[in-house]
């Protein structure tokens, strides 16, 4: 994970418009080379040095990143009590297991209606420029704020959450541990503790890195080619560029709908239909795909760049039009795409391991089951009635405990690496658990009076 760096009080400013310069800079390099691709050359050393991951994560000066105020975020993010009833946490929509979106088109408000526009993932916006679709935050710790107070997302109450926090002697311990400056629960704080978390939020390096690092056996065939492509003849990327695969700007990319975007933040009809570029790190997790979620799969997306742009004045000038790809070229983007995304959905360290409890009293737990490698080890145990079985992932990988036995049918949440599951058994028998991600994993377990 790339190490944290304090942006220098006066060069914050200086060092934005540096980076945009870059990123600039390397559109225009990107765009220049993905030319020569096209042409038929190839120079890996170029993409090499544009896709290459920076080695520090940005942080602004007036909100330090400590260990403290991060553990106090990861806490916050999953807290219930920032909403309105007390029901609905930031980790609600921002599922870890699903790279921090939550499977559907567009979340349910608190009104039964879908919200406008789908769950953006949260992996590395510590390099963010703007924040949400259409960039109407300047900052993590103002992005923070919006979903809590939005009456059809969280539909918050900051001052009662304060007074909750407060009155909660674990939670104001956790504040003075997190702001030793100022060791008290207010909502600048909250805020602040919530950016820190999201700015660890930096996705690990997949095997598309491996190939940046120069690794030329990292790519197999298929994917190499659908890299070449990515930077030439399909000119994805115009806008998917650097090592987070987006150039943070703005794009209609002719998708049907009426939403202004990006257009009625700024005013200007030129950009109406307009979104944010979306990175393309762990893609193969936050499906479906778009700021209105309106694209199943990667095969749709590509397959929408090919030939279903709608075409209308505000439609960006850096997207291709009619892109001639046959089958095979589409599924060898598809399959370059996947090298962004890990084989399994991963758990940044920062967020704190859970225990799922599914019955029985969890601190009682006497045996102990691992998963790693997907597999149950041990394959079969063997308790008495009331013993509770303690299952911990153990493993690189997200799983799932089903059990089903004599007057019992349990199915666990997402189980992601360092969490635990425990069971209760009240009745003799046979049970069989399996992994629901990962169904060959199989266990056994044998109860007796």
């Given at each position: ?142 992005q923070a704020a919006e979903p809590i107070l939005n009456k059809r997302e ?296």
């Amino acid at each position: 994970m790339p190490r944290t760096r304090r942006f220098e009080p006066g060069l914050r400013l200086a060092g934005l418009a540096l980076a945009g310069l870059g990123l600039a800079g390397l559109c225009l390099g990107a765009f220049s080379a993905s030319v020569r691709a096209g042409s038929g050359t190839f120079d890996a050393d170029h993409w090499r040095r544009v896709f290459a991951r920076p080695e520090y994560a940005p942080m602004p000066t007036g909100n330090a990143t400590t260990p403290e105020k991060v553990a106090l975020g990861a806490m916050l993010f999953e807290d219930p009590r920032l909403s309105g009833d007390g029901t609905v946490s930031c980790a609600t929509c921002h599922q870890a297991e699903l790279s921090f979106t939550d499977g559907v088109p567009r979340h349910e408000g608190h009104d039964g209606q879908p919200l406008d526009r789908r769950t953006p993932s949260l992996w590395n916006t510590a390099w963010g420029l703007s924040w949400f679709w259409d960039g109407r935050a300047a900052g993590l710790e103002a992005q923070a704020a919006e979903p809590i107070l939005n009456k059809r997302e969280m539909a918050g109450d900051v001052r009662r959450a304060v007074e909750i926090l407060a009155a909660d002697a674990s939670a104001s311990r956790s504040f003075a541990r997190a702001f030793p400056e100022d060791p008290t629960v207010t909502r600048d704080n909250i805020l602040k503790a919530l950016a820190a978390f999201q700015r660890t939020l930096v996705s690990p390096e997949t095997k598309f890195d491996r190939w940046v690092k120069g690794n030329d056996d990292a790519l197999d065939q298929d994917e190499m080619a659908g890299f070449r492509l990515f930077v030439g003849r399909a000119r994805c990327v115009s806008c998917h560029t650097g090592w987070r695969f987006t150039d943070e700007a703005f794009h209609d990319i002719g998708l049907p709908g009426t939403d202004p975007g990006r257009g009625a933040v700024l005013g200007l009809k030129e950009v109406d239909n307009a979104f944010k570029t979306p990175s393309l790190r762990e893609r193969v997790w936050t499906a479906p795909y778009t700021h209105d979620g309106s694209l199943t799969t990667l095969e749709d997306v590509v397959d929408h760049y090919a030939d279903r742009v709608i075409e209308r004045p505000t439609v960006s000038a850096d997207l291709p039009r009619r892109i001639e790809l046959n089958a095979t070229e589409r599924a060898q983007l598809v399959a370059f795409l996947s090298t962004l995304s890990s084989e399994d959905p991963p758990r940044p360290a920062s967020l704190p391991a859970r225990t799922i409890a599914l019955g029985g009293d969890a601190q009682a737990a006497t045996t102990f089951v691992g998963q790693k490698n997907r597999r149950f080890t041990p394959g079969a145990v063997l308790l008495k009635v009331g013993e509770v079985l303690r299952i911990v992932n153990d493993d690189t990988r997200v799983h799932n405990v089903r059990i089903d036995g004599p007057g019992m049918s349990v199915n666990s949440d997402a189980q992601n690496p360092g969490d635990t599951v425990t069971v209760g058994f009240d009745q003799p028998g046979r049970y069989d658990a399996i992994c629901g991600v990962h169904p060959e994993m199989r266990l056994t377990v044998q109860v007796e009076p």
